[in-house]
């Protein structure tokens, strides 16, 4: 029993693909389902890729198709006799998928990469053409391509797999989440605070505050976080951190502008980590009199020396960076254990006198409450407190030097924002428990039997500190920084938890700044610093830019005002974190479908707060900081937008304009039409728009800003290579609008006629309102050229009637040039490839010179006759092409100058408007636009119309009141009454001369010879039609003449279009009448509107 895939297989004797079958010649299933007829459903032909099954395929082929597919045999793959052309386990598979003959790709990774990709080659699927197209043209197909294919192989993969085996050979060093972000987010969020400033913090708002302080900058960083999370998770992470993470999420504007600001802010962040650390020493120093200088210069000095270190640790590479990360997380971590162990070893008289009383909950009572002093409350401690807690982003800074930066920087950068912020609660707990505010350090300041005390915790541990609320003390939370040194089981393990934990931040921010700046000058947003992009040795080190770095941190150490630069740099990183809230915001906003971050424990409006809660605190901290902040944001931000970099990377603004626009379009849908806003939308038949400048120039005059703009082509012949011509141009012509500075969209359409392309457009261009009402042609000037048995001289009249159909207006513009420029484009592009050739050979003779330079006095001779034949050559080709440039430019200077008139401002002048009929009043509201431009602001506007001659004066008072109702400002109103008055004799012979080509005579000739005429040339002009339009035709040449006597001087001339009825009027006679017309006139628009109202004079 044989069943088929396709039961109509045998039904298409045409069909080129191969048939496979499948023939089940087990006897015992045969007799099985012959059984079961009629009792059990029907069962379908199901391919196996089983061992069993591979024995039972053979091939039937279609009806005359074993011929080709033995060519295919034969040319496609040399079999072996052995093999069948089907079996699914040998090379000779074809083209695999699913074990039939088709070139379909099975869903791979390798065709959803970059070209560029790090981690993979990119692949290319087979397009749809190919797909769509018959197999045997698909069918020569190499050997070993077909057998790697056959495998699940590709060219592609196996360089993938040299690449990393390459990487693998190299060394590259990829971290995973602990050592690459969880450490270096751990190490950059405990800073030197902990230790020298939390127990003041704790102090001066007690445990209860103390601790909200704490959480609300927790709260920021783990919205933050949050927000980072879904963002890395949406998408492969590359190098950059949080400029990565921006620009590709808002775009290059907002991420161009931060990047920058956050790569700086790094930059300072070295200078004022490494301070901190140098001051310590310098007081080390300074306790054992070992000064080298003075205090200020000693740490200039200490400064200098260790950014050197810091930098060289640096250069060495990640591999040396990360290992003294781990060292210094260690030291910091028994710093802090150390801490801890302190608290519960019993105290001594001396730690008493300085406060220290273990845990007591007297002492945890009294320090709960709030005691600001000094002038301090809630938000300046908190300002103070608050860069303590930043740092979340040193994991992501390094995103490109992580194995997985999709899983390791959200669980590494929560991990850490979890520990730390547990450490901090704690400390500040175990501070307050234990350490009383004010304590005056002297061992004899016991309370003594019988005096009176003040009631304080101290009081009743049997300690009297009273004399601190008179006059300062030096010990307790409020006074002493070095609590935490004094309470720990050793001292010293505190000072090296400060030195760990500051060089542990310089040393990450010295390697965030590099790697960020590195990103921002890859992406080649600002042109000037593209030098800092280049990378060095296996991890692509950004070498120049550590050096950029290191000269930044130096300059602000020796410059040693870091108080002062410090608010501004704590706003940089929170402008930072304003815009990852913000990002992952506006990516939820959009709704865009590439939006599918794996991190699902985010919200869009908690994002949204997060992004206020940041800009808030930017405030809070220091109000002029944050105005500077934003200033210097915005004053980037403009100008990444004024420069346009030329990057695509699909950001949330893009997909919010979308949203926007199709909002924007379907409330336009509600909105009911009013002849107060109508405009000008218009579909221009320009062709390719490189290509009729001219035409496009003018529409795009009385729509830029104001109306709709399409420049359309209609493609005509085979329709494969039409469709294909089509979609292989529609970008490159929308980009040619583009950097044009054209307002207009460009749309094609592939058809079997021009008639039927040009109707679908007119039906079918446009979206909802903003649908085209006015359709512009230029004249065809080359009509009586044009072969009736193409017919094409018949659509182009019949697309007057196609376009009245459709209730459109009508615009016929003619310049005398005409609007065709293609065949300067060809020879412009000719010249261009004559230079490049005349370039590329002076560059080989002078690399030839060279070469033969090298060998002697012989050389020399040689060189010298090369050089001298170059020279003949070289002014042969210059005469050559100035003589091309010459022809060409005495051929077509006046066809150039035309294509480029409406680019021009125009001199003071005069419009002249022939308002002879009404058509709704399209054509004065098409000049009236005209005039409000700037490059027509200077022309007047002067009214020509038809009337009787002794009503001139009249009509002149009713055409001005009309317009002034219409608010339309006018230099002059003429009234024609001599329109209709026959034309001069040499004007009409003109006309029958030029209509005598396509006219039938018929009246000369007997009835069965003119109806035989009549029959094999209907498009004659007939003597009949000739005599009923004598009059319509008398007025079109006496029209001619009036325009030539009143309207030669004027810059523009745009009169009403007459109408041929349809059926009525032949092709012929109408363009005669149109030629007649426009003949020797400036340039002139032939106006029609659909006789619909677009002006009112009604508020």
Same mark, same amino acid.
């Given at each position: =029993?044989?069943?088929?895939?396709? &039961?109509?297989?045998?039904?298409?004797?045409?069909?080129?693909?191969?048939?496979?079958?499948?023939?089940?010649?087990?006897?015992?299933?045969?007799?099985?389902?012959?059984?079961?007829?009629?009792?059990?459903p029907p069962h379908y032909e199901e391919t196996s890729f089983t061992d069993e099954a591979h024995n039972r395929l053979t091939i039937s082929y279609r009806p005359g198709k074993r011929e080709l597919y033995d060519n295919f045999l034969q040319n496609g793959e040399k079999t072996e006799a052995s093999l069948h052309p089907y079996d699914t386990h040998t090379k000779m598979y074809y083209l695999q998928t699913f074990g039939h003959n088709t070139v379909d790709p099975v869903p791979k990774i390798d065709y959803y990469r970059n070209t560029g990709?790090?981690?993979?080659?990119?692949?290319?699927?087979?397009?749809?053409?190919?797909?769509?197209?018959?197999?045997?043209?698909?069918?020569?197909?190499?050997? #070993?391509?077909?057998?790697?294919?056959?495998?699940?192989?590709?060219?592609?993969?196996?360089?993938?797999?040299?690449?990393?085996?390459?990487?693998?050979?190299?060394?590259?060093?990829?971290?995973?989440? *602990?050592? +690459?972000?969880? *450490?270096?987010?751990?190490?950059?969020?405990?800073?030197?605070?902990?230790?020298?400033?939390?127990?003041? !913090? *704790?102090?001066?708002?007690?445990? #209860?505050?103390? !601790?909200?302080?704490?959480?609300?900058?927790?709260?920021?960083?783990?919205?933050?976080?949050?927000?980072?999370?879904? !963002?890395?998770?949406?998408?492969?992470? $590359?190098? +950059?951190?949080?400029?990565?993470?921006?620009?590709?999420?808002?775009g290059p504007e907002f991420g161009g502008s931060i990047g920058l600001i956050f790569a700086f802010a790094n930059a300072v962040a070295v200078a004022m980590y490494v301070v901190g650390f140098a001051e310590t020493v310098v007081e080390l120093l300074k306790e054992s009199a070992t000064l080298m200088v003075d205090e200020s210069n000693d740490i200039r000095i200490i400064g200098t020396i260790t950014v050197v270190c810091l930098l060289g640790i640096s250069v060495a590479g990640m591999e040396w960076e990360a290992k003294a990360q781990v060292i210094l997380l260690i030291v910091l971590l028994v710093a802090i254990a150390n801490f801890f162990i302190g608290t519960v070893i019993p105290t001594n008289n001396e730690k008493k006198a300085r406060g220290f009383f273990n845990y007591q909950a007297s002492i945890f009572a009294e320090n709960f409450g709030p005691d600001f002093r000094s002038g301090e409350g809630f938000f300046s401690v908190f300002a103070i407190f608050f860069p303590a807690a930043t740092g979340i982003l040193a994991g992501a800074n390094i995103s490109g030097d992580l194995k997985d930066p999709q899983g390791a920087i959200p669980k590494g950068t929560m991990l850490a924002i979890l520990i730390t912020t547990v450490a901090y609660i704690g400390v500040a707990i175990c501070a307050a428990s234990c350490v009383v505010r004010d304590a005056t350090g002297n061992i004899n300041d016991t309370v003594v039997p019988g005096?009176?005390?003040? #009631?304080?915790?101290?009081?009743?541990?049997?300690?009297?500190?009273?004399? %601190?609320?008179?006059?300062?003390?030096?010990?307790?939370? =409020?006074?002493?920084?070095?609590?935490?040194?004094?309470?720990?089981?050793? #001292? &010293?393990?505190?000072?090296?938890?400060?030195?760990?934990?500051?060089?542990?931040?310089?040393?990450?921010?010295?390697?965030?700044?590099?790697?960020?700046?590195?990103?921002? %000058?890859?992406?080649?947003?600002?042109?000037?610093?593209?030098?800092?992009?280049?990378?060095?040795?296996?991890?692509?080190?950004?070498? $120049?830019?550590?050096v950029l770095t290191f000269v930044i941190a130096m300059a602000f150490i020796l410059i040693a005002e870091l108080n002062t630069i410090a608010p501004i740099i704590s706003n940089f990183f929170l402008a930072s974190y304003a815009l990852i809230n913000f990002s992952c915001f506006h990516a939820s906003y959009a709704k865009s479908p590439g939006w599918r971050p794996a991190f699902r424990y985010y919200n869009m409006w908690v994002s949204l707060f997060g992004a206020l809660l940041c800009c808030g605190v930017m405030f809070v901290i220091n109000w002029w900081a944050a105005l500077i902040t934003y200033a210097i944001e915005l004053f980037l931000y403009i100008y990444v937008t004024y420069k346009k970099p030329e990057v695509n990377w699909g950001s949330s603004t893009q997909a919010l304009y979308y949203i926007n626009a199709l909002d924007s379009a379907l409330a336009l849908t509600t909105v009911e039409d009013h002849v107060k806003n109508f405009r000008p939308q218009c579909i221009a038949l320009t062709g390719a728009p490189m290509i009729r400048p001219a035409l496009l120039d003018i529409t795009h005059t009385f729509t830029k800003n104001n109306g709709l703009c399409i420049c359309c082509e209609v493609y005509t012949g085979p329709r494969k290579l039409c469709v294909k011509e089509m979609n292989s141009g529609m970008a490159k012509k929308q980009d040619w609008l583009t950097k044009n500075k054209r307002k207009a969209f460009y749309a094609a359409v592939a058809a079997e006629s021009f008639r039927d392309g040009v109707k679908s457009l007119l039906q079918a261009s446009g979206l909802g309102r903003m649908k085209p009402n006015t359709l512009v042609i230029g004249f065809k000037k080359d009509w009586r050229n044009a072969t009736a048995t193409q017919g094409y001289l018949f659509f182009f009249f019949f697309l007057f009637s196609d376009a009245f159909d459709f209730e459109l207006g009508m615009i016929i513009v003619r310049i005398s040039q005409g609007f065709d420029i293609s065949q300067v484009l060809q020879v412009q592009e000719e010249l261009e490839k004559l230079e490049q050739e005349r370039l590329a050979l002076e560059a080989t003779i002078k690399e030839n010179d060279f070469e033969e330079g090298k060998s002697g006095i012989c050389g020399f001779f040689r060189k010298a006759s090369t050089l001298n034949i170059s020279k003949h050559e070289t002014k042969k080709e210059s005469t050559i092409n100035t003589i091309q440039s010459m022809h060409v430019g005495e051929f077509n200077q006046k066809l150039l100058e035309a294509s480029t008139q409406f680019k021009k401002k125009q001199g003071k002048g005069t419009i002249d408007i022939w308002w002879l009929f009404d058509d709704g009043g399209l054509t004065i509201l098409i000049p009236y636009i005209l005039t409000i431009r700037k490059k027509w602001k200077n022309c007047k506007l002067r009214i020509f119309t038809g009337g009787k001659v002794n009503r001139i004066e009249e009509e002149k008072l009713v055409m001005a009141s009309l317009l002034s109702?219409?608010?339309?400002?006018?230099?002059?109103?003429?009234?024609? %009454?001599?329109?209709?008055?026959?034309?001069?004799?040499?004007?009409?012979?003109?006309?029958?001369? =030029?209509?005598?080509?396509?006219?039938?005579?018929?009246?000369?000739?007997?009835?069965?010879?003119?109806?035989?005429?009549?029959?094999?040339? &209907?498009?004659?002009?007939?003597?009949?039609?000739?005599?009923?339009?004598?009059?319509?035709?008398?007025?079109?040449? $006496?029209?001619?003449?009036?325009?030539?006597?009143?309207?030669?001087a004027a810059n523009l001339i745009v009169l009403s279009l007459p109408v041929a009825r349809k059926g009525v009027v032949s092709d012929y006679l109408y363009m005669a009448w149109l030629e007649i017309l426009s003949k020797n006139l400036p340039p002139i628009l032939m106006v029609r509107g659909n006789h619909k109202n677009v002006l009112t004079f009604y508020s």
């Open positions: =029993m044989s069943m088929n895939n396709s &039961p109509n297989v045998f039904l298409d004797p045409n069909a080129n693909r191969f048939q496979v079958n499948i023939i089940n010649e087990s006897h015992d299933n045969n007799e099985t389902s012959q059984e079961d007829v009629g009792a059990d990709s790090v981690s993979g080659n990119k692949l290319s699927r087979p397009s749809l053409l190919e797909i769509h197209e018959q197999l045997a043209k698909n069918i020569a197909v190499s050997t #070993g391509s077909a057998e790697r294919v056959a495998n699940g192989e590709s060219s592609a993969g196996d360089e993938t797999a040299v690449s990393k085996e390459e990487e693998n050979k190299t060394g590259l060093v990829k971290f995973g989440w *602990v050592k +690459g972000v969880l *450490v270096r987010c751990m190490l950059n969020i405990w800073g030197v605070m902990l230790f020298i400033r939390l127990s003041w !913090i *704790v102090g001066q708002a007690g445990i #209860g505050l103390g !601790i909200i302080v704490i959480g609300l900058s927790v709260v920021v960083t783990t919205l933050t976080g949050i927000s980072m999370s879904a !963002i890395c998770t949406n998408g492969v992470v $590359r190098g +950059g951190g949080a400029y990565y993470l921006i620009s590709r999420s808002l005096m009176s005390c003040n #009631g304080s915790s101290a009081c009743s541990l049997g300690y009297d500190f009273s004399r %601190c609320a008179s006059q300062p003390c030096d010990y307790g939370l =409020m006074n002493n920084f070095q609590v935490m040194s004094m309470v720990s089981g050793f #001292g &010293p393990l505190i000072t090296a938890g400060i030195f760990s934990a500051t060089l542990s931040s310089a040393l990450a921010s010295l390697v965030s700044a590099p790697k960020v700046f590195q990103a921002l %000058c890859k992406d080649n947003i600002y042109k000037g610093l593209h030098f800092f992009a280049k990378g060095y040795g296996k991890n692509n080190e950004p070498i $120049r830019g550590y109702k219409f608010r339309i400002k006018f230099a002059d109103i003429n009234i024609i %009454c001599d329109i209709n008055i026959k034309p001069h004799k040499e004007s009409w012979k003109f006309f029958e001369e =030029m209509i005598e080509p396509y006219r039938l005579h018929e009246s000369c000739k007997d009835i069965t010879t003119a109806e035989k005429l009549k029959r094999e040339t &209907p498009w004659k002009i007939t003597d009949a039609e000739l005599e009923a339009f004598k009059e319509k035709s008398y007025r079109q040449v $006496r029209l001619n003449e009036l325009l030539q006597e009143h309207s030669r």
